[in-house]
């Protein structure tokens, strides 16, 4: 299968989409930006997985040398890892890097296009981008948000990270018609914390019913993605007044440097980590592999829905 010339897909992946077996995307920014060397890599392969071990095919998606890897070998994994000459690629990265012959690591954003293009329509990340605090007078609002609106693919994550507005986050999402949902919740997760002040728009409490929803919404012709938030497993929870007070300080430490752009949140999350003694990765962690469970599940579930609608 080879839908566009700028793909790349490993063979595991290419036979799991040619027999219509569930696929979940990974991104790779969280490879090369988001953790340290060797967690990332530990991660990434433990990630990888429990996805198989679910019932459906991971697919890491990058950038390498020019081409869109769909599903990587443990050596690309590795080079994403310890290499420090990866750019972090958005939507807008993504022509200059494929028309230089570059390497980048997908955001969300990248990632779900990447995924859209392969066909692929469920992908597992930590949590999602949104508007930034003080984005009234910054305009600063992670892509994410938009690509959620327009490209077909779902995002399990463990919500919004909390270093973001989420108010307002989930006030862009509703005027942009994008479902959020909590997995087995109410209230809208926050990264490291289980609940937050917002509550989602809708609660699903199985991976059936995920599968169903999305089948649905794609069905009816309703264009965008859809956001499941699972919160992190409560054993691995941050306490919430604590973590305010940490993200506050990383916030006033970030003005204070001038950090702007897609630099804040890898700034964030690394003053974060050193300042809870390296408990907010471990939290990370753990978070993106309770949302590698319920999207391979979620995977499976949907894939059956598309296979009874095929036999209807």
């Not at 999350?269 to 391979?296: P, Q």
């Amino acid at each position: 299968m080879n839908l566009n010339p700028y793909l790349s897909l490993s063979q595991e992946v290419n036979e799991a989409l040619d027999k219509g077996k569930p696929v979940v995307a990974l991104e790779s920014t969280i490879i090369s930006h988001g953790m340290p060397y060797p967690e990332n890599i530990e991660t990434a392969k433990e990630v990888e997985q429990i996805i198989r071990d679910n019932g459906a095919v991971p697919a890491t998606i990058a950038i390498l040398d020019g081409r869109i890897k769909i599903g990587l070998t443990a050596e690309e994994l590795t080079a994403l890892a310890s290499r420090d000459d990866i750019t972090k690629a958005s939507r807008k990265d993504l022509p200059y890097l494929l028309a230089t012959g570059r390497s980048g690591a997908t955001t969300v954003a990248a990632t779900m296009i990447c995924a859209d293009l392969a066909g692929i329509r469920l992908f597992v990340t930590g949590g999602i981008g949104g508007v930034h605090r003080g984005a009234e007078t910054t305009m600063d609002i992670s892509a994410d948000l938009e690509e959620l609106a327009r490209t077909n693919v779902a995002v399990i994550c463990a919500g919004a990270k909390s270093i973001l507005d989420l108010g307002l986050t989930l006030e862009y999402l509703e005027t942009k018609g994008v479902p959020v949902m909590g997995y087995q919740t109410d209230s809208l997760p926050a990264f490291f914390t289980r609940t937050s002040d917002f509550a989602v728009h809708f609660r699903v409490d199985d991976a059936e019913e995920i599968g169903r929803i999305l089948h649905t919404k794609w069905e009816l012709g309703l264009q965008g993605g859809a956001v499941i938030a699972n919160p992190i497993p409560s054993g691995h929870a941050l306490d919430a007044s604590y973590m305010t007070g940490v993200i506050e300080a990383a916030l006033v430490e970030a003005k204070q440097q001038s950090i702007t752009g897609k630099d804040v949140t890898p700034f964030l999350l690394d003053h974060v980590n050193r300042a809870t003694e390296g408990r907010s990765l471990a939290a990370n962690i753990e978070l993106i592999k309770a949302n590698a469970g319920l999207g391979a599940a979620a995977a499976v579930a949907f894939y059956e829905q598309k296979k009874k609608a095929y036999q209807r």
